[in-house]
């Protein structure tokens, strides 16, 4: 049975190259002629440079076409999933989805399930969340993923399908932890980047991704998180690939911030809306999360580093 990945951003291309290897596999992306190129070069030169494909890698630009089989990998963006999800309903009807995007949809503040959920009410869904840059899945290194779905059949249907012998995938019910676990952790990695950028210290990272992680599970456990997610892959294991790696672009945002140097505007950063959706949140549910408010004051230039730390080193002294 075909699977298929839409988005041929670094993500998709890559779990396409390691799904390929086990699997029928089509690897849909919006822009024909990057389809063509990708086909000709049997290489995402855009997105994922130096990983070729395998030879049983399908691609299209067509998606009608690319979604013949029953499973669909959604790794478009967060911010980009509802209007993809809006403007392809009829192609994505009757098809399990399986969404690979961590963040919150900043209109809604929903996460990607919610988002799907809300154009396509009676759909099988699933999130694929966790530890692993693009590059790593697709040179064949060893990742541990979770994988989320609400209905344990499915999801342990999914958890076979989509493993292989160096992507092992854990499976939880708990689609709430793992949804928020793997957005906020990039709000926490922008704030580490900007840390370190701003030369405060390896022991400020520290502090920061610990307390970081408190209001990760300050927020998920209100939404009905349980606390055992946040503590796996998902969840703590993302937060710590993604603050201490400059691999990671949330946290490379970040130490452009704490650097006062630009950051390519076209490059997928995540935790930037997320932040502006999670600190609204917070506020709304009256929960203290005042590393959060500090990124979205960070993102929206309300902030410099300076005084965001001065704010969060003022604040009145508490139990941990
Ligand atoms: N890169 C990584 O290491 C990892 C990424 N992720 C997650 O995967 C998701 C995607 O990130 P990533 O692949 O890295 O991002 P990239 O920036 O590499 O690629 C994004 C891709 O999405 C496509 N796209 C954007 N909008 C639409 C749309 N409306 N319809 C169809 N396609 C669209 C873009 O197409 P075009 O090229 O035409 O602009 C591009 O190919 C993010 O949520 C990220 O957090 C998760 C784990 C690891
Ligand atoms: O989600 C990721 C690692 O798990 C990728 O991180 P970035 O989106 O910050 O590059």
């Given at each position: 049975?075909?699977i298929?990945?839409?988005?041929?951003?670094?993500?998709?291309?890559?779990?396409?190259?390691?799904?390929?290897?086990?699997?029928?596999?089509t690897?849909?992306?919006?822009?024909?002629?990057?389809?063509?190129?990708?086909?000709?070069?049997?290489?995402n030169?855009?997105?994922?440079?130096?990983?070729?494909?395998?030879?049983?890698?399908?691609?299209?630009?067509?998606?009608?076409?690319?979604?013949?089989?029953?499973?669909?990998?959604?790794?478009?963006?967060?911010?980009?999933?509802?209007?993809f999800?809006?403007?392809?309903?009829?192609?994505?009807?009757?098809?399990?989805?399986?969404?690979?995007?961590?963040?919150?949809?900043?209109?809604?503040?929903l996460?990607?399930?919610?988002?799907?959920?809300?154009?396509?009410?009676?759909?099988?869904?699933?999130?694929?969340?966790?530890?692993?840059?693009?590059?790593?899945?697709?040179s064949?290194?060893?990742?541990?993923?979770?994988?989320?779905?609400?209905?344990?059949?499915?999801?342990?249907?999914?958890?076979?399908?989509?493993?292989?012998?160096?992507?092992?995938?854990?499976?939880?019910?708990?689609t709430?932890?793992?949804?928020?676990?793997?957005?906020?952790?990039?709000?926490?990695?922008?704030?580490?980047?900007?840390?370190?950028?701003?030369?405060?210290?390896?022991?400020?990272?520290?502090?920061?991704?610990?307390?970081?992680?408190?209001?990760?599970?300050?927020?998920?456990?209100?939404?009905?998180?349980?606390?055992?997610?946040?503590?796996?892959?998902?969840?703590?294991?993302?937060?710590?690939?993604?603050?201490?790696?400059?691999?990671s672009?949330?946290?490379?945002?970040?130490?452009?911030?704490?650097?006062?140097?630009?950051?390519?505007?076209?490059?997928?950063?995540?935790?930037?809306?997320?932040?502006?959706?999670?600190?609204?949140m917070?506020?709304?549910?009256?929960?203290?999360m005042?590393?959060?408010?500090?990124?979205?004051?960070?993102?929206?230039?309300?902030?410099?580093?300076?005084?965001?730390?001065?704010?969060?080193?003022?604040?009145?002294?508490?139990?941990?």
């Amino acid at each position: 049975m075909n699977i298929t990945v839409v988005g041929a951003g670094a993500f998709g291309t890559a779990l396409a190259i390691c799904l390929s290897k086990i699997t029928a596999v089509t690897l849909w992306g919006r822009n024909g002629e990057h389809a063509a190129a990708m086909r000709q070069d049997r290489e995402n030169r855009a997105r994922l440079p130096n990983c070729a494909f395998p030879d049983a890698l399908e691609i299209s630009a067509s998606l009608q076409e690319a979604c013949a089989g029953d499973i669909v990998l959604l790794a478009v963006p967060m911010q980009q999933l509802k209007h993809f999800i809006d403007q392809n309903q009829a192609v994505l009807t009757q098809k399990t989805l399986v969404a690979c995007c961590k963040g919150m949809d900043l209109e809604s503040e929903l996460g990607p399930l919610d988002v799907i959920l809300r154009v396509l009410p009676d759909s099988q869904t699933a999130l694929l969340t966790g530890p692993s840059f693009a590059r790593d899945i697709a040179s064949g290194l060893p990742t541990g993923l979770t994988l989320a779905c609400a209905d344990e059949a499915m999801g342990r249907i999914l958890q076979h399908r989509l493993s292989t012998p160096t992507l092992r995938l854990y499976r939880t019910q708990d689609t709430v932890g793992a949804s928020l676990g793997g957005a906020l952790k990039n709000v926490i990695a922008i704030a580490c980047g900007a840390a370190m950028g701003a030369g405060l210290g390896e022991s400020a990272r520290a502090a920061v991704m610990t307390r970081g992680f408190a209001e990760i599970q300050r927020l998920a456990v209100e939404k009905g998180a349980q606390p055992g997610t946040l503590a796996g892959l998902s969840g703590f294991g993302d937060l710590v690939l993604t603050c201490t790696s400059t691999q990671s672009r949330n946290y490379r945002l970040g130490v452009s911030i704490g650097e006062g140097v630009d950051f390519d505007p076209t490059t997928t950063v995540e935790g930037a809306a997320t932040a502006k959706a999670a600190h609204k949140m917070a506020q709304k549910e009256g929960l203290d999360m005042p590393i959060t408010a500090a990124v979205a004051g960070l993102v929206e230039n309300r902030l410099d580093v300076q005084e965001a730390m001065q704010r969060l080193l003022s604040r009145s002294l508490k139990e941990e």
